[in-house]
T-cell receptor, first 118, second 115 residues
Framework: AQSVTQLGSHVSVSEGALVLLRCNYS??????LFWYVQYPNQGLQLLLK??????LVKGINGFEAEFKKSETSFHLTKPSAHMSDAAEYFC????????????????FGAGTRLFVKA | KAGVTQTPRYLIKTRGQQVTLSCSPI?????VSWYQQTPGQGLQFLFE???????NKGNFPGRFSGRQFSNSRSEMNVSTLELGDSALYLC??????????????FGPGTRLTVL
């Protein structure tokens, strides 16, 4: 069964500092991995996704993530934090829906709230 | 192109009542998934529909049901509401279901409060 663990429910960084949000996954098959961002009172927006192509994935707003199979990790980084990055971030894995059901379902981590200090 | 729309945005119900939430996917998207988001449980998958058929279902009781219409619009229904059903219900649509890699586009959600 697939699962996702996000390390740290809250992360605080100063504006201009490196952002590192940690995500580890468990999957019995090659995974499809995603990072989503959620701003207050809004739905989720896709930042980036890994689909077995390049291991270093670049997303929107300057974010990127590296897939490391040996560490079962998919950490999200951004070189320089901006105030507008303050939001909640979710790591997710796409899992097969089950025998004979077809389709996939997305399993989300618990989320990491990013605070950016001026 | 318009995004995923959900109605209503906010809803207040009392225990024992039932509620129906609506989701209109992005034009051309045929797969719709529903999620429940709560502070305690996080984001949990409810079900996924494609071509008016439920393809996947999460671990929720039978009080939670849904359907999809021929125009891909979807509704979810919760009967006999409980206090614990208070949550943000998110709908997401995608173009190609069953690929695992497809991007899901989320609506703003419906905030349900059960008193």
């Amino acid at each position: 069964a697939q699962s996702v663990t996000q390390l740290g429910s809250h992360v605080s960084v100063s504006e201009g500092a490196l952002v590192l949000l940690r995500c580890n996954y468990s999957s019995s098959v090659p995974p499809y991995l995603f990072w989503y961002v959620q701003y207050p009172n809004q739905g989720l927006q896709l930042l980036l996704k890994y689909t077995s192509a390049a291991t270093l994935v670049k997303g929107i707003n300057g974010f990127e993530a590296e897939f490391k199979k040996s560490e079962t990790s998919f950490h999200l980084t951004k070189p320089s934090a901006h105030m507008s990055d303050a939001a909640e971030y979710f790591c997710a894995v796409s899992a097969a829906g089950g025998r004979n059901t077809g389709g996939f379902k997305t399993i989300f981590g618990a989320g990491t709230r990013l605070f950016v200090k001026a | 192109k318009a995004g995923v729309t959900q109605t209503p945005r906010y809803l207040i119900k009392t225990r024992g009542q039932q509620v129906t939430l609506s989701c209109s996917p992005i034009s051309g998207h045929r797969s719709v998934s529903w999620y429940q988001q709560t502070p305690g449980q996080g984001l949990q998958f409810l079900f996924e529909y494609f071509s008016e058929t439920q393809r996947n279902k999460g671990n929720f009781p039978g009080r939670f049901s849904g359907r999809q219409f021929s125009n891909s619009r979807s509704e979810m229904n919760v009967s006999t509401l409980e206090l614990g059903d208070s949550a943000l219900y998110l709908c997401a649509s995608s173009i190609v279901p069953g690929q695992g890699t497809d991007t899901q586009y989320f609506g703003p959600g419906t905030r349900l409060t059960v008193l």
